[in-house]
Structure formats: C-alpha cells, structure tokens
C-alpha cells in the first residue's frame, strides 16, 4: 500500500512537471518590461473587477465655477477685490483606451456668431491601478464680475457688487501625479476613470505630486475708471499693489490625502478623496509702470484638493457625476490671491472592444 502510495505521487509530480513545461512552452518568457507594466495593473478580484475591454467612448458635460481673490498688503491702505465669472456648462467628447483618456470641452456659447465669452478645456489622464496622472489646460477670457470688493473705510462697496469686469483673462495649465498605496483592493481608477468596478468597500492613503502654471492678464486701467464712474464725488483711489498687467503663477507641490470607495448598492459607487499638499510657490509679474522692474516672489503655502464621486458601472455601460475643487493662494510684501477653482462632470459612455482574457467567458 505504501508503496502504491508513492508511485501515485510520482507519477503526479511528474504530470505536473509535463504541464507547467507544457505552460512554458506556450507562454514565452515576458521581459522585465513587459511585467513591470503589469504590476501596475494588479488587483484582488475580491474586491476589483478589472478592466474587461479595450476602449471607452464617453459623453461629458462640465460646470465650472472660479473665484480669484485679490489683497494688498499695504499697512495704511488694504485693499481687496474678488472676481469670479458666471458659472458656465461646457461640453465634449472623451476618448479612452485602457489607462489613457483623452477629452476635449467647449463652451456652447463660443459657436454663436459675435459670443462674448469663450471657454475651453482640454484635459487627459493615465490612470492604473497603482498610479494616476492628470493632465489639463484650461483658459477663460472676459465674462468676469466683481463679488466682492473693499476699498477702504467709508466706502459703500454695494455699489461696485455685482458690476461685470472685463479687463481679466486666465490660462491655466497643470499635471498631478499620485500613487496608490492600497492599490490592490481600493480603486482610484473604478471612480474617475470608469475602468474597473469596485465591488467591496475599501479605501486607501496616496501620496502625490504636482505643477501648476497659472496666468492672470489684468487691466488696471478699466478697474480705476470703473471705480471713477461708480463714485464720481468721492476721492477712491487703487492701492499700487492691484497696478499690475499680467501676473504668472507657478506651484509645485507634493501632497498626501485619503480617499474611500463606499459601494452602497449593486454596481453603484459613492467616493470621497481629500488631500492636502505643501506647495513651493513662485510669481512674476508686469507692472504699470516702466521705471519698475517688476515683481517677484517664492515661498511655501498649503493648498487643498477634494474629489467626490457618485457612479453606476456595469462593466459595459457606466454614467455618474464627478466634483473636483482645488484651492491656491499665493502671497508677498505688496499683494496676494486666493483662488478657488472648481468643476463638477456629468457624464455618460460605453466601453467597447471586449479583451482577449474574456472572450471566452462571455
């Protein structure tokens, strides 16, 4: 019997040795390329349903909302101004294949002929299961009006409240990178890029970095003369910090945050992610005046990000709602900005050109 015993196992390690051989022969060895490019997608299919097709076309629709918030720092004289457009909804196509989504947004009212305000964003992404990256461009002109204002004690800014602004344009570009440290069982991707689905609650810490280029073209002028016509019998006059023409921002920051995937229902996702950053700032601007040089400045500051999402995916077919809200601010001995920037995505598609691995199961 014990002898009966060990030629079966013999003979099934040798079965085994035949098959694995038989594997080998059929899978040729990968180069280390080829599996480091896979380990950024791994996943525990307990909890992540991977990605099971090809390519993804998608339907968004965006609302953008802006506030720039712009201070003195003179001692005798502060001075503060916010400026901010009427929100506008924008629309574009996206195009993604596996990781990468390409997209492309415009304003409805820039196709009418002699339309004021013309806005457009344009904005990528890779994303996997271990890391994510964004890329985005976005630029806005005219349209802005004036929310806030003090210009001094005495002064009823309730007349200035509310009046349109045309002397602002702004251009924004920026690129965020972050890794996932729960990558395995939380998915970044299932809830902003619609890739894979999650299917058990998780969350997860992630670590990130970013840059951010951001111009702001000013016109002093219109601002003095717009004062000038609101209080023609009062002397108000515009601290020098504000006498600038064109102010570009830069940021790079790192950041670490958390984020949670809350699966609430049967192909439903709500997620909430938050993170905070440390940013290295650096400014350059034009000034009004020719005998001054300019201005500059460097320094630390916080900043903020907040995503949330609300999505229903079935694999195939997935629609939702996205939120990003970003805060800078920047800041020297002469003037400095609080900026809100915030867009909410409602969004529609399909995926399309089912994988190899699930032909056959489908």
């Not at 099971?52 to 005798?76: G, I």
């Not at 002397?235 to 570009?248: A, T």
Request: hydrophobic fraction near 35%; glycine fraction near 8%.
């Amino acid at each position: 019997m014990r002898t009966l015993t060990l030629l079966l196992l013999l003979l099934l390690t040798i079965s085994d040795v035949k098959a694995t051989d038989s594997l080998r022969t059929e899978k040729p060895h990968r180069s280390w390329l080829a599996r480091l490019v896979d380990s950024f997608s791994e996943v525990d299919t307990n909890y992540v349903e991977p990605q099971h097709y090809n390519w993804s076309l998608m339907l968004q629709s965006a609302y953008d909302f802006e506030f720039y918030h712009l201070r003195t720092s003179n001692e005798n004289l502060k001075q503060s101004i916010t400026f901010a457009p009427e929100p506008v909804i924008k629309i574009g196509p996206y195009f993604g294949w596996r990781w990468i989504f390409l997209g492309y947004n415009f304003d409805l009212r820039s196709l009418q002929f002699g339309g004021g305000r013309f806005l457009s964003e344009i904005a990528g992404s890779i994303y996997s299961s271990r890391f994510g990256i964004d890329v985005y461009y976005r630029r806005t002109s005219d349209d802005y009006k004036i929310r806030e204002v003090n210009l001094g004690d005495g002064i009823d800014t309730g007349k200035l409240k509310g009046q349109p602004f045309n002397g602002m344009k702004v251009s924004i570009t920026g690129a965020n990178l972050y890794y996932i440290f729960n990558h395995r069982r939380f998915s970044y991707p299932a809830a902003f890029a619609q890739s894979t689905c999650q299917k058990i609650s998780c969350g997860s810490w992630m670590a990130g970095i970013g840059y951010l280029n951001n111009t702001i073209e000013f016109d002093h002028h219109k601002l003095e003369q717009q004062i000038i016509d609101t209080y023609p019998n009062e002397k108000v006059e515009l601290d020098s910090g504000f006498m600038f023409n064109k102010v570009k921002y830069f940021d790079i920051d790192a950041s670490v945050g958390y984020a949670y995937n809350w699966v609430f229902a049967r192909n439903w996702l709500l997620t909430a992610s938050l993170s905070m950053a440390v940013a290295y700032k650096g400014a350059s601007g034009e000034t009004a005046y020719r005998e001054e040089s300019g201005f500059n400045f460097k320094n630390f500051n916080v900043d903020g990000v907040g995503r949330f999402s609300l999505l229903w995916n079935n694999v195939k077919w997935y629609g939702g709602v996205n939120a990003i809200v970003r805060t800078y601010s920047y800041h020297n001995d002469r003037f400095a900005t609080n900026n809100i920037l915030g867009n909410v995505y409602l969004f529609f598609g399909v995926n399309f050109g089912l994988r190899k691995e699930y032909r056959k199961k489908r």
